[in-house]
């Protein structure tokens, strides 16, 4: 039995050292580790830093100058504040007529109701502090060009997939003939080559974040710069790497935008001259407690687009049935809320565009989709606005400007304005604005890519277009109108689905004005608000 073991001892550890180092090969561990942590800037970010500031302020402190009030007086100052307009009269309907600007101060409005106001504050801006960190880009660093300096290099437009390697384009030293031509260049997220030799050019550093390339003869030099490398060597889906290009004497610094390219996201929708609504448009709403204005604009809509997609997000107590051809119905937890009705209508949208209407809208001759179509195709606009008319006549378009104002450590100023930027050429009807009526068609991808807070459940609309503020392209044509159902009614002729809906939906509680303030105020990271 002894020898029997010795035997089987050899194969034994044979297996097992086998079995070891495929383990430790195919461990994790194995691989080289990369910090995805957000990261703090490098030593050649915080070297460009100081050179820029240097630049700035190091030159003419002693010439003497005179500030022009008028001009200086919009300029960002980081300290903003909200203030209402003063009334300085009083007539009938003169807030209609000379609206005012009113304030709230959000920070007051949701720490007084806090049971923790230092905590909230604490916590907001630890949470601020990691989103800058995390969306922070070498990209976005001021960079200024020296004067006379005898460094070519690309200013911008450099891109390299993750891990990938390019040639990096219009490197180049103009200086007079010397003994020797020394250039240098360092990198934090990739290392340097050359793709091909010149002779009489001396390289030191290839596949490391530092070489140096020298020569006696500049035009060989410059010829070798053309064939210099870059590779990424640290994966982010999305950043940026700066990059210092110098002499003895100059330095540069320049941006290599890393990142994959964005995918597409394209839409069949077929190959008509004309624009086939059906295959391009999506219907959303949202219903509650109204079957009966909801069937009428089902009607409304059939009578114009027999054919088009309609998608109902229903939190109905006792839903009903809503049947028919290219209707889709879906049920949700009771009182879920508007926006999250929103979300999941949009959610369940598989054309290009998605047309928001109210459950309470009725189709008309003038609601051309056609029209709103068209701008979206020959413009850059990612959504575009109509009207919305009453039984009076009046109509309304509800175009806004908003704009947020910096406001320092205790949070920013944001300021919503009637009105609207500016008219698009070639569509006189229509205009670029910030936010418009709850009647609006967008590109789907656009629209998903914003969303709905959820937690606004029975008030909310403004909020999207402030979520969306930098990612969204807004237009507003007045030209593109719906009918509103008539509001109309003496109170002994409501009905009690009618009641109910009132109550529901007009009776807002103290939490729900929280929430508000909370998504104002921490969300949003605003101290304070303006609107008119």
């Not at 980081?78 to 959000?106: G, I, M, Q, Y």
């Not at 949701?110 to 989103?131: C, I, M, T, V, Y």
């Not at 990096?168 to 793709?195: C, M, Q, W």
């Not at 930027?421 to 006189?428: N, R, W």
Request: neutral net charge.
């Amino acid at each position: 039995m002894r020898i029997t073991s010795k035997k089987c001892l050899g194969p034994m550890l044979l297996t097992g050292l086998t079995l070891l180092a495929l383990f430790y090969a195919w461990s994790p561990g194995a691989s080289s580790s990369v910090d995805v942590r957000p990261r703090q800037r490098s030593p050649l970010q915080k070297l460009l830093h100081e050179t820029i500031q240097g630049i700035i302020s190091g030159h003419h402190n002693d010439i003497a100058y005179h500030i022009k009030e008028d001009v200086a007086c919009h300029l960002a100052l980081n300290t903003c504040v909200c203030v209402a307009d003063k009334e300085t009269f009083h007539l009938p309907f003169s807030n209609l007529l000379f609206p005012r600007a009113w304030a709230h101060n959000v920070s007051q409005a949701f720490l007084e109701s806090h049971p923790d106001p230092e905590a909230a504050k604490g916590h907001r801006a630890q949470e601020f502090n990691s989103f800058q960190r995390r969306s922070y880009s070498p990209a976005d660093e001021l960079i200024i060009a020296e004067a006379n300096s005898p460094l070519q290099y690309p200013t911008q437009g450099v891109k390299v997939r993750p891990l990938k390697t390019i040639i990096i384009p219009g490197l180049g030293l103009k200086e007079e003939t010397r003994s020797n031509h020394v250039v240098y260049l360092t990198a934090t997220l990739g290392t340097f080559d050359v793709a091909a030799t010149v002779d009489r050019v001396d390289v030191k550093g290839e596949g490391e974040k530092h070489m140096t390339l020298s020569s006696p003869v500049l035009s060989a030099l410059n010829r070798q710069l053309q064939f210099v490398t870059y590779t990424n060597t640290v994966f982010h889906p999305k950043t940026a790497d700066s990059v210092r290009f110098a002499t003895e004497a100059h330095q540069s610094f320049f941006s290599i935008k890393i990142g994959h390219a964005t995918v597409p996201k394209l839409y069949n929708s077929g190959t008509q001259k004309e624009y086939n609504i059906s295959a391009l448009v999506t219907i959303a709403t949202k219903t509650f407690l109204r079957y009966d204005k909801l069937k009428d604009l089902i009607d409304s809509i059939r009578q114009y687009y027999p054919t088009v997609t309609i998608v109902i997000a229903d939190d109905n107590k006792h839903p009903q049935p809503v049947t028919g051809p290219h209707i889709e119905h879906y049920i949700m937890p009771f009182g879920k809320g508007w926006f999250a009705g929103r979300n999941l209508a949009v959610s369940q949208v598989t054309t290009k565009y998605v047309l928001w209407a109210d459950d309470d809208f009725i189709f008309t001759a003038n609601t051309k989709l056609e029209r709103m179509v068209e701008i979206l195709e020959r413009t850059t606009l990612d959504l575009v606005g109509g009207a919305v008319r009453e039984v009076t006549g009046y109509t309304a378009t509800f175009r806004h400007t908003i704009s947020v104002e910096e406001g320092g450590e205790e949070g920013d100023c944001l300021h919503i304005r009637n009105g609207y930027h500016h008219v698009i050429e070639g569509f006189p009807n229509c205009v670029v604005a910030d936010a418009v009526i709850n009647f609006f068609m967008g590109r789907t991808d656009k629209v998903l890519q914003v969303g709905f807070d959820p937690r606004l459940a029975r008030t909310g609309h403004l909020e999207f277009f402030i979520d969306g503020l930098g990612s969204l392209h807004i237009g507003s044509c007045s030209d593109v109108i719906i009918s509103h159902a008539s509001k109309i009614k003496v109170p002994w002729s409501k009905t009690e689905s009618q009641k109910a809906y009132e109550k529901f939906r007009y009776s807002l509680s103290s939490a729900e004005t929280n929430i508000s303030n909370e998504i104002f105020y921490f969300k949003n990271r605003f101290k304070c608000m303006t609107s008119q």
